[in-house]
């Protein structure tokens, strides 16, 4: 067995580090390589930034004779010279070391413009103060829309971990603050992965004002003295109130009344961006809203979002008859639409994050396995 006996040559790992530019050929070429001089690839990890790509492998050396690790590094030097690629080796001892502490992922979105360098490291000394190990970070997004997302996979030690935790959580949150961007922290693992679907409110959610008032101001539909400009969400004579707003809709062309509608529609900044990003990873994505499911079909479309829900104006001969169709959605229905979605989808509560912005989404946050509170206009006096 020789002199490194059970601890010896059986442990040693070579780690080859490839990089240059970036080129569809590569990954295959080295692996073909690998396959070649009979390499057992442990890890393999590939990089890529603008038109250059790292590739770092991890391949076991266990073969008595010596003979094996020869091959695979002329193997690799041969490919790189043929791909034009830098390779770098070393060789390690294998040594199992169980990580201590726990992993959380904190992803970060900010305007372009305040994402800089000098903000990335203030997250940076923010995590070091609180102990904490960054493993990786991962670009989301690539300011196409002027945001621009990362993810920080973190790991934290055990001891006194809730307290470290929660202090780093707060100057995170400070620092998303100063940047005018978000923040969040979750633990890692199976249920953090697990996530499968976004569920967004749409007024002052994705959008950055009332659905019901554009719709509502676009066909020329006046407020009376007795009726607030807004229907408040959250009492008990919602629907009351919404059956009043749509009864002046009657006889009016919904084309035109839409196309106005439309035209005075704004996207809360970084929403466009957000959607993007989640389909990108794979999200399903949601609108359900209390506005006019017409905007929402709209938003749907736009935004390619899954699925739609929202208030339905029924029409007859391309006019609004002026009738509501009920239930009308209100906070109950929102969570009633949201468990119809589930079991669409096939999905859990825990599979389900939640995005709105006050009372009328209150039932629907409560009701998914994390929830983001938007708060923009009016208080959100409780998520419970």
Sequence with gaps: MGEYGEQGERERRLIATISGKRTSAGLPSVLEALEKAKAALVDIRQFIVQDEFTLTLVIELSDEEGQRETDIVKELLLCAHAMKLFVEFDVVQNRVVSEPGQVFVITMISPVGTASSAFLVDICQVIATYNGNIETITSLSRGSNGFI????????????LFRQLEKMREGL?????????????????????????????LSYTLISSDANDILFKSAGVEESEEMPKRAKPDISDYAEQLEQRVSRLKGLQVSQVLAKALSELSYTPGAIEVVRTLKRLGYKTAVISRGPRLIADAVKTTLGLDFAYGNEFLVEGEKFTGELRTPAVD????????????????????????????????????HAGLAVAFDQVRDTKSIG
């Design 149 to 160: 997302s990362y993810e920080f996979s973190v790991r934290l030690p055990e001891e006194d």
């Design 331 to 366: 906070a109950r229905r929102k969570r009633d639409l949201l468990d119809m979605l589930l079991m669409h989808e096939k999905i859990t509560t825990e599979q389900v994050i939640a995005v709105g912005d006050g009372p009328v989404s209150s039932k629907m946050l409560s």
């Design 173 to 201: 949150l400070l620092l998303g603050k100063r940047a005018r961007g978000d923040i969040a922290i979750q633990r890692s693992g199976l249920l953090q992965r697990a996530k499968r679907m976004v569920v967004f409110d």
